[in-house]
């Protein structure tokens, strides 16, 4: 299995009830491969991971979706995967990650502790191993929600109504 297929499967179950961009589908890729290492004792797929700036990276994953900027990602670039431990890990993923923006995930890819921190050098692209990755933090305990960008904004929308509608269009 390929990184894209795992992103073209977020994108298939989810893509309808989040905004997917390149940068918040590298990061639940990454959080799949974590989760998948942690509760499968196996990696979802065989891409290497990359320590870039913003956090992990599947190369593949960046150039498939590159095309889209920074925008929503809205259609996916091939195959969806149809397997029972990849529809269980890619839920588990969106159901911890899934309502944070793509700055949380950053954010939340560079903490103590991490994979990404401890493998970042800045010019380089260093690989995440799958060793890095269960000998970190990362994915041990479920990220929390209150706090982040993605809250802020949810506690905006239900104080003031159709405030982000009445951006978007103004």
């Given at each position: 299995?390929?990184?894209?297929?795992?992103?073209?499967k977020f994108i298939s179950d989810f893509g309808d009830k989040?905004?997917?961009?390149?940068?918040?589908?590298?990061?639940?890729?990454?959080?799949?491969?974590?989760?998948?290492?942690?509760?499968?004792?196996?990696?979802?797929?065989?891409?290497?991971?990359?320590?870039?700036?913003?956090?992990?990276?599947?190369?593949?994953?960046?150039?498939?979706?590159?095309?889209?900027?920074?925008?929503?990602?809205?259609?996916?670039?091939?195959?969806?995967?149809?397997?029972?431990?990849?529809?269980?890990?890619?839920?588990?993923?969106?159901?911890?990650?899934?309502?944070?923006?793509?700055?949380?995930?950053?954010?939340l890819s560079h903490g103590d502790g991490g994979a990404w921190?401890?493998?970042?050098?800045?010019?380089?692209?260093?690989?995440?191993?799958?060793?890095?990755?269960?000998?970190?933090?990362?994915?041990?305990?479920?990220?929390?929600?209150?706090?982040?960008?993605?809250?802020?904004?949810?506690?905006?929308?239900?104080?003031?109504?159709?405030?982000?509608?009445?951006?978007r269009n103004a």
């Amino acid at each position: 299995m390929l990184s894209v297929d795992i992103a073209n499967k977020f994108i298939s179950d989810f893509g309808d009830k989040a905004v997917l961009s390149n940068l918040s589908l590298n990061k639940l890729v990454y959080f799949a491969q974590v989760e998948s290492l942690r509760s499968l004792g196996r990696p979802l797929f065989e891409d290497k991971i990359e320590a870039w700036e913003y956090g992990p990276v599947e190369p593949s994953v960046y150039h498939a979706f590159k095309r889209y900027g920074s925008g929503r990602v809205t259609k996916s670039s091939g195959p969806v995967p149809d397997d029972e431990d990849v529809d269980m890990v890619v839920s588990r993923t969106f159901g911890k990650y899934g309502r944070m923006t793509a700055f949380d995930l950053v954010a939340l890819s560079h903490g103590d502790g991490g994979a990404w921190k401890a493998t970042y050098v800045p010019g380089r692209d260093a690989e995440i191993t799958p060793e890095a990755i269960l000998s970190s933090s990362d994915g041990r305990v479920t990220p929390e929600f209150s706090g982040t960008l993605a809250s802020g904004m949810e506690e905006v929308d239900r104080r003031i109504p159709n405030t982000f509608r009445l951006l978007r269009n103004a």
